[in-house]
């Protein structure tokens, strides 16, 4: 049927599904425990959500529900690609995923206290960075007392590794 026939109000505007935090292409989706717990009760928190969705109409309705709905695929997406990760998989004297790493900036003297984890779970505000955030990937492998030379575009930073704990 031509567009012309179809009346303005019929024509819903399509559904933009906001995506989730970006893995890069390649990476292995690695999550902390404490991470997969997080995408399980999300994921449950959709679903009890889809399930009670009020709406005015049965267009609003629909339109909610299906924006829910692509929520909780791209959640099962990450879920089903999901690789846990637990201490005892990882050596405990350098800097790996899931650890508690705390640096020094040299030139400065600052101190950064941060935990290493999935891209789901990553949260600034709560100290967690991302393993494929810059900072992440120039100290992984790197033990207590050591140096890093971070590039920070054409800037290069001196860091220290301080402390690893894990949980």
């Known amino acids: 049927m031509s567009r012309g026939f179809v009346k303005e109000e019929d024509q819903e505007e399509p559904l933009l599904v906001p995506p989730r935090a970006a893995l890069p292409a390649g990476e292995t989706n690695y999550v902390t425990a404490n991470g997969l717990k997080e995408l399980k009760e999300e994921l449950e928190e959709l679903e009890h959500e889809r399930a009670n969705v009020f709406a005015e109409n049965e267009t609003e309705k629909r339109r909610e529900q299906s924006l829910i709905d692509g929520?909780?695929?791209?959640?099962?997406?990450?879920?089903?690609?999901?690789?846990?990760?637990?201490?005892?998989?990882?050596?405990?004297?350098?800097?790996?995923?899931?650890?508690?790493?705390?640096?020094?900036?040299?030139?400065?003297?600052?101190?950064?206290?941060?935990?290493?984890?999935?891209?789901?779970?990553?949260?600034?505000?709560?100290?967690?960075i991302a393993f494929v955030a810059p900072i992440s990937r120039a100290i992984t492998g790197k033990k207590i007392g050591e140096q890093v030379d971070f590039k920070l575009g054409s800037e290069v930073r001196k860091l220290k590794i301080l402390s690893i704990k894990y949980d």
């Not at 101190?111 to 967690?128: L, R, S, T, W």
């Open 71 to 128: 929520k909780i695929k791209l959640l099962s997406e990450r879920l089903n690609s999901a690789r846990l990760l637990t201490p005892e998989d990882l050596p405990k004297d350098e800097v790996r995923f899931g650890v508690h790493v705390e640096i020094e900036y040299l030139e400065k003297g600052l101190k950064q206290k941060f935990q290493i984890v999935g891209v789901d779970e990553a949260d600034i505000k709560k100290q967690k």
